[in-house]
C-alpha cells in the first residue's frame, strides 16, 4: 500500500549519476528498435541489446532477476509484459513491446518502447502504440505540478480517455539502487494517492494498455503476461527525476525537453 515502504529520494548527485544507466538503457533499447524488421528473431534481438549494455560499462538488471533467463523483455502483439526472448521471428505488422535495462556504478534504469515491424496490419494497432505513448507523456508530466504520485495514473487514466483498456495489476514504480523500489505507480486513478512529489524522487513511469479488456493471464513459464481476451497490447516506460529546476526523464536523450515542451514542463540542461 501507498506509504508504507520507505521512499528513497536521491541527491543532485545521485541523480546526475543514475543519468548514465539512463542513458545506456536508452542506447540498448535504441538498437533494439533498428533492427525491428520481418524474419528477426527475438533472441537476435535480445542479443543485440546485451552487446551494447556490456560494451556500455553497465550490466543487466533483468538478467538473473528472481530467475529471469534474458537480458530484455521482449512482448508480441497479445503478449503485454515479460515475454521472453526465443526464437520466434517477427512478421510484418506485429506489435513488439521491448522493455529493458541497466544498473551502472550501482544506479539502475529502466525505460521501455512499443514499435510495429513495418506497416500496420490494422489501423487500431498504430492507434493503440501512440494512445499510450501520449498516456505515458501525460502521466510524466503530471508529475511537475509535485503533488502526490497518485496524480501519475490520474493522468494516465485521463489521457486514454476510455479509449483502450488499462491493464490491471501491472505498475510503474520508484527506482534507483535497486530496479523495484517504492512508491508502486499506478496507471489509473485511485482514491489513496500515495507520497508527495519532491525533489529527489525517482520514479519508473510505464503505462500498459490494450485494444479490449484489461485482464491478463500468466503462462506457464510463470513470465510472460498475455492479454486474457487475445488483444494485443503496447507498454512504454522511462525513468524519471523530480528536480528543484524541473523534471528529468534520465532514459530520453533530450532529458524529455522535446515532448513535454508540449506541456510547459521546464527541462534542465544536461
Known amino acids: 500500500m501507498f506509504g508504507r ?7 543532485p548527485e545521485q541523480v546526475r549519476a543514475m543519468r548514465k544507466a539512463g542513458l545506456l538503457t536508452y542506447a540498448a533499447l535504441e538498437s533494439v528498435r533498428s533492427a525491428l524488421r520481418p524474419g528477426v528473431t527475438l533472441a537476435e534481438l535480445d542479443a543485440l541489446g546485451a552487446e551494447v549494455i556490456r560494451t556500455g560499462g553497465g550490466t543487466s538488471n533483468f538478467l538473473g532477476y528472481h530467475g529471469y533467463p534474458k537480458t530484455l523483455c521482449i512482448s508480441v502483439n497479445e503478449v503485454v509484459v515479460h515475454g521472453i526472448p526465443g526464437e520466434q521471428v517477427l512478421a510484418e505488422g506485429d506489435v513488439v513491446s521491448v522493455d529493458g535495462g541497466c544498473v551502472v556504478d550501482g544506479w539502475h534504469g529502466d525505460s521501455a518502447f512499443t514499435a510495429i515491424v513495418g506497416e500496420p496490419a490494422d489501423p487500431a494497432d498504430a492507434e493503440l502504440v501512440e494512445i499510450t505513448r501520449t498516456a505515458l507523456w501525460a502521466g510524466i508530466a503530471a508529475l511537475d505540478a509535485r503533488g502526490r504520485v497518485g496524480d501519475v495514473g490520474a493522468a494516465v ?29 499506478l496507471n489509473y486513478r485511485v482514491r489513496e494517492k500515495g507520497p508527495k512529489v519532491k525533489p529527489g524522487l525517482v520514479l519508473a513511469i510505464e503505462p500498459m494498455c490494450t485494444r479490449g479488456g484489461i485482464e491478463t493471464d500468466v503462462l506457464a513459464d510463470d513470465w510472460t503476461v498475455v492479454t486474457s481476451d487475445g488483444t494485443r497490447a503496447a507498454h512504454w516506460e522511462h525513468t524519471v527525476a523530480v528536480l528543484d529546476e524541473g523534471l528529468w526523464v534520465l532514459t530520453a536523450p533530450d532529458g524529455g525537453a522535446s515532448e513535454l515542451a508540449a506541456y510547459g514542463v521546464s527541462v534542465p540542461e544536461d
Not at 5 to 11: G, L
Not at 157 to 185: C, F, K, Q, S
Open 5 to 11: 515502504e520507505r521512499v528513497e529520494y536521491k541527491t
Open 157 to 185: 487514466e485521463d489521457a486514454v480517455d476510455g479509449r483502450l483498456g488499462i491493464v490491471d495489476g501491472y505498475t510503474g514504480h520508484g527506482i534507483g539502487t535497486a530496479m523495484h523500489m517504492a512508491p508502486e505507480v
